[in-house]
T-cell receptor
Framework: NAGVTQTPKFRVLKTGQSMTLLCAQD?????MYWYRQDPGMGLRLIHY???????AKGEVPDGYNVSRLKKQNFLLGLESAAPSQTSVYFC???????????????FGEGSRLTVL | EDKVVQSPLSLVVHEGDTVTLNCSYE??????LLWYKQEKKAPTFLFML????IEKKSGRLSSILDKKELFSILNITATQTGDSAVYLC?????????????FGQGTILTVHP
C-alpha cells in the first residue's frame, strides 16, 4: 500500500536553478495538494487541484507552478529557486464523494529542499 | 484571513500524565476543525469536528469543539512515549475546496519514560 509517494526526498539547489517535485497517489483520490512546512509556521497551502486537468492557488503560490495532467500525479515546479523556498514540502490527497468529505488528508513523507 | 493559534508551543510530561492541547481559531464561515499528529514525517489524521459533531473520542485521545468561543482542545490521558509528536490543528472554511486547510503552528509534545 504505497499511498502518497513524493520524489525526491531531499534536494539541494543553487539560487536560480529549477526543479520539479513529483507526487503520486494510488488511492484514486480526486483532490491533491502541495503544502510547505517551515519552523514556527505550521503547514501552508501552495497550490491544490480538485481533479485531473485543474489547479488553483493556495495561500502562498508565488514562485511555484503546478500541473495535474493525470489524476494520480501532481507536480510542483520551482522555475527559479530562491533561498526563501528552503522548506519541507508535503503533498497530500483526499477524496470527496457526492459532496461528503471525511476531512482526512493523506500526506506523503515530505521532500526537504534546501536552496543555497 | 483565517487564523489558527495553538498553545502551548511545546510541552514536556512524564508517562502517565494527562495533557490538554489548545487550539483557537478565526475563520470566515466555519466548516470543520481537524487534528493531526506528526511524528517524524507525514502528518496523520486524528479527528474532524464539525457543527454536527463537536466531541470525538478514540482510545486515550479525545477532542471537543466550542463553536461559540472558537476553540478546541485535544486531551490525551495516560500518556505514553509513543504519544511524543507534533500535534497540528487546522480549520476548513465553508465554501472553500475540501482539504484547503489553515494550520496552526503545532504543539510539540515530549513524553519521558
Amino acid at each position: 500500500n504505497a499511498g502518497v509517494t513524493q520524489t525526491p526526498k531531499f534536494r539541494v539547489l543553487k539560487t536560480g536553478q529549477s526543479m520539479t517535485l513529483l507526487c503520486a497517489q494510488d488511492m484514486n483520490h480526486e483532490y491533491m495538494y502541495w503544502y510547505r512546512q517551515d519552523p514556527g509556521m505550521g503547514l501552508r497551502l501552495i497550490h491544490y487541484s480538485v481533479g485531473e486537468g485543474t489547479t488553483a492557488k493556495g495561500e502562498v503560490p508565488d514562485g511555484y507552478n503546478v500541473s495535474r495532467l493525470k489524476k494520480q500525479n501532481f507536480l510542483l515546479g520551482l522555475e527559479s529557486a530562491a533561498p526563501s523556498q528552503t522548506s519541507v514540502y508535503f503533498c497530500a490527497s483526499s477524496y470527496s464523494t457526492s459532496g461528503v468529505n471525511t476531512g482526512e488528508l493523506f500526506f506523503g513523507e515530505g521532500s526537504r529542499l534546501t536552496v543555497l | 484571513e483565517d487564523k489558527v493559534v495553538q498553545s502551548p508551543l511545546s510541552l514536556v510530561v512524564h508517562e502517565g500524565d494527562t495533557v490538554t492541547l489548545n487550539c483557537s481559531y478565526e475563520v470566515t464561515n466555519f466548516r470543520s476543525l481537524l487534528w493531526y499528529k506528526q511524528e517524524k514525517k507525514a502528518p496523520t489524521f486524528l479527528f474532524m469536528l464539525t457543527s454536527s459533531g463537536i466531541e470525538k473520542k478514540s482510545g486515550r485521545l479525545s477532542s471537543i469543539l466550542d463553536k461559540k468561543e472558537l476553540f478546541s482542545i485535544l486531551n490525551i490521558t495516560a500518556t505514553q512515549t509513543g504519544d511524543s509528536a507534533v500535534y497540528l490543528c487546522a480549520v476548513e472554511a465553508d465554501g472553500a475546496s475540501y482539504g484547503k486547510l489553515t494550520f496552526g503552528q503545532g504543539t510539540i509534545l515530549t513524553v519521558h519514560p
